[in-house]
């Protein structure tokens, strides 16, 4: 017999749309890749060449839980935060960091908020440990502090999860003002509060704002990043931050899943930092993304109904649309298949299975060409079955 936890179980809808991938000639616009033709091969390259002549036996030997030393001490080093390599540990990708958040935190009935819409593999993590996960509202600006309170007034969450910069799936990255009042809240209320940041990095302008772990004060804090989205997500190197004796937790954790993150991809992550020009591919990236963002918007502009409305990220790798009432986005899904393009209906971000009408855009992972051809598309299906 399966655990009682496994009955509710589905598959994560993006993962089933990208199958269809394989379909030739199709343009998609599902999956929150990064561009593959920018991955810095050659840069890698170089980095696994020196990491076997410098680091050959090490790197292929099995390695301590938190991660190697070099690389937790750089990743310590470029954050804006009094810490040492004792406050971090090395995930396989920030998935592995939500399924050991879950693990540590989540009973069966556990109240975890979050945004609505948000990312759905944290709402898979938390519901897997039976979460009862309660969607406080969002607009533009990310969660309204005003409905957290009133939520907080009936009922007393063990975590809230916030994606802050360029939220995944709306784009959408709360201001300043914002952020202060949400630690406010944090510290009156005592939860846990959970900062996903994998695309901080990805800013194409206005000023980069300080993450909420560099100003919270609290320890109940627990900050999240990667390297998927900046060097390339086939190493699956990502980090956890957090007081020190939640790493010390952590660790345990991670020693029943998985004994220690790949030590030759940290090995090459690290070189990489190091002797690889990260900055310089993080700037090519922001100009790249940022076309194809305003690419995106031009065609949206030029092909959908005018009774759409969208948002304009700026940085990330989404745009949110949403529709007027009446429009099934699975339904427009499975028409835009037939006519090789894909996208992800935006119900599936909603934890109370609301937002029919709306649907997550990527721009990263497809060409100007692409882009122009695949939204033109689209507008034909949403023009064609307008309610």
Avoid at 64 to 82: A, M, Q, S, V, Y
Avoid at 249 to 266: E, R
Avoid at 271 to 293: C, D, V
Avoid at 363 to 375: D, K, L, Q, W
Wanted: aromatic share 10%; net charge neutral.
């Amino acid at each position: 017999m399966y655990a009682e936890r496994i009955a509710g179980l589905r598959s994560s809808a993006i993962r089933d749309i990208l199958k269809l991938m394989s379909r030739p000639g199709i343009i998609s616009f599902a999956g929150g890749l990064p561009a593959p033709e920018l991955f810095p091969i050659k840069e890698i390259g170089d980095a696994v060449v020196k990491v076997l002549s410098r680091h050959g036996s090490s790197a292929l030997q099995y390695s301590i839980t938190e991660g190697i030393i070099p690389l937790r001490e750089k990743i310590i080093k470029k954050l804006d935060k009094n810490l040492d390599i004792e406050n971090i540990i090395i995930t396989q990708g920030s998935q592995q960091g939500l399924d050991l958040i879950s693990k540590l935190y989540i009973d069966k009935g556990t109240v975890v908020f979050t945004e609505t819409p948000s990312y759905l593999g944290a709402l898979q993590a938390f519901q897997l440990f039976q979460a009862n996960v309660i969607a406080i509202p969002s607009d533009e600006k990310g969660i309204q502090t005003d409905e957290l309170e009133k939520k907080l007034k009936t009922n007393k969450p063990g975590l809230l999860y916030l994606m802050p910069n360029f939220q995944n799936p709306t784009g959408a990255s709360i201001p300043m003002d914002r952020r202060h009042r949400l630690l406010e809240i944090a510290g009156k209320h005592d939860f846990m509060l959970i900062e996903d940041d994998p695309y901080g990095e990805l800013i194409f302008e206005g000023e980069k704002l300080p993450s909420l772990f560099s100003l919270a004060q609290s320890k109940n804090f627990i900050y999240m990043s990667s390297f998927s989205k900046t060097i390339a997500p086939g190493f699956r190197v990502a980090y956890v931050i957090a007081d020190k004796e939640i790493i010390k937790k952590f660790a345990i954790v991670k020693q029943g899943t998985d004994l220690h993150t790949n030590t030759f991809g940290q090995y090459i992550v690290n070189e990489y930092l190091e002797n690889g020009n990260y900055q310089e591919h993080i700037s090519l990236l922001k100009r790249t993304y940022k076309e194809r963002r305003d690419c995106m918007l031009s065609a949206m502009e030029k092909y959908f109904p005018k009774s759409a409305k969208w948002n304009k990220p700026a940085g990330g790798m989404f745009i949110w649309a949403i529709l007027p009432e009446g429009y099934d986005a699975r339904e427009i899904l499975m028409r835009c298949i037939e006519k090789n393009v894909a996208f992800v209906p935006g119900q599936e971000f909603f934890p109370d299975g609301s937002g029919k009408n709306t649907m997550r855009l990527n721009f990263s992972n497809a060409t100007a060409e692409n882009i122009e051809e695949g939204i033109r598309r689209i507008g034909e299906v949403l023009i064609k079955i307008s309610p």
